[in-house]
């Protein structure tokens, strides 16, 4: 598989996941549309959740996660990112492609 064909391949799903939200969406509007968003608070919740449970940082619960919780529960920050940004625009594909190519561009540390 090329780098396009993952690409169009991440792109498709995240639009078929779009598609399917959209067809069972309780909320419309601008509503819908925030509480998609701030569903990703709570995706970044749930990761902090697994780092403490795979660190053993609760002495209440102990070790209750493990790094596959933790690497999982991040592909669901990206996932629901993905989703919302394709909730707010039908070109987040090219919205998000623009953003990363600045990102990748910026320098990483302090102007010398």
């Known amino acids: 598989m090329t ?14 996941l779009w598609s399917r939200l959209e067809a069972g969406r309780v909320h419309a ?3 819908g549309v925030l509480l998609r968003i701030l569903k990703l608070s709570e995706e970044v919740g749930e990761v902090a959740e697994a780092v403490i449970g795979a660190t053993g940082q609760n ?26 940004l394709r909730t707010l625009t039908p070109e987040a594909r090219e919205v998000f492609e623009t953003h990363l190519r600045k990102v990748r561009d910026r320098p990483l540390g302090p102007p010398s």
């Not at 396009?4 to 498709?12: E, F, I, P």
Request: negative net charge.
């Open 29 to 31: 509007g601008r509503e």
């Open 59 to 84: 002495p209440r619960k102990g070790v209750t996660h493990d790094w596959d919780d933790v690497r999982a529960e991040l592909c669901d920050v990206v996932i629901t990112a993905l989703v919302a």
């Open 3 to 16: 780098e396009h064909q993952g690409t169009a391949a991440l792109w498709d799903t995240v639009d078929e």
